[in-house]
């Protein structure tokens, strides 16, 4: 009984390796296909989306048909006193970001504020905002 977990464990780490027959060697055969590689398949890096413009006010979108797309947010946490200081740019940017994966190009920015005694952050910068797709 002692040895039915080690064959088990012995055939779990070798796999299908003794399924594997090798391949018939011809003349017509000069590249080898790694399990890795394949010609067919091109790895590209993700696209990100750009940020969304930022609008301060609503007096800006005057005459600029919109639809709006939700509320929006973005955070930066100081975890420690170690860390860098959050800032409201990056949390902005942040913002922007979301607003841009949701398939918007603009945000109408409400507020932001630097905030104390959060769980988990030492300080935090947060906006919040409405994302927004405006047609030109």
């Known amino acids: 009984m002692r040895a039915l977990p080690g064959c088990i464990l ?3 780490l070798t796999g299908c390796s003794w399924i594997h ?5 011809t003349a017509n055969q ?3 296909i ?12 993700a696209v990100r989306p750009l940020p969304a413009k930022l609008y301060k006010s609503a007096e800006e979108l005057v005459g600029k048909p919109f639809r709006d797309l939700g509320e929006v947010y973005g955070s930066t946490c100081q975890v420690n006193l170690q860390d ?8 902005r940017k942040d913002m922007q970001v979301r607003a841009a994966r949701m ?4 945000v109408l920015l409400h507020q932001c ?12 910068a947060v906006c919040q905002g409405t994302a927004l797709k405006v047609t030109q």
């Open 113 to 124: 504020e630097m905030v104390r005694s959060v769980a988990g952050c030492y300080a935090q």
């Open 30 to 32: 000069h590249t080898a």
């Open 84 to 91: 860098p200081p959050p800032s409201i740019a990056a949390a």
């Open 103 to 106: 398939k918007g190009n603009a």
């Open 10 to 12: 012995v055939l779990s």
């Open 34 to 45: 790694t399990p890795f590689s394949s010609p067919l398949t091109s790895h590209k890096p």
């Open 21 to 25: 027959s090798p391949a018939s060697s």
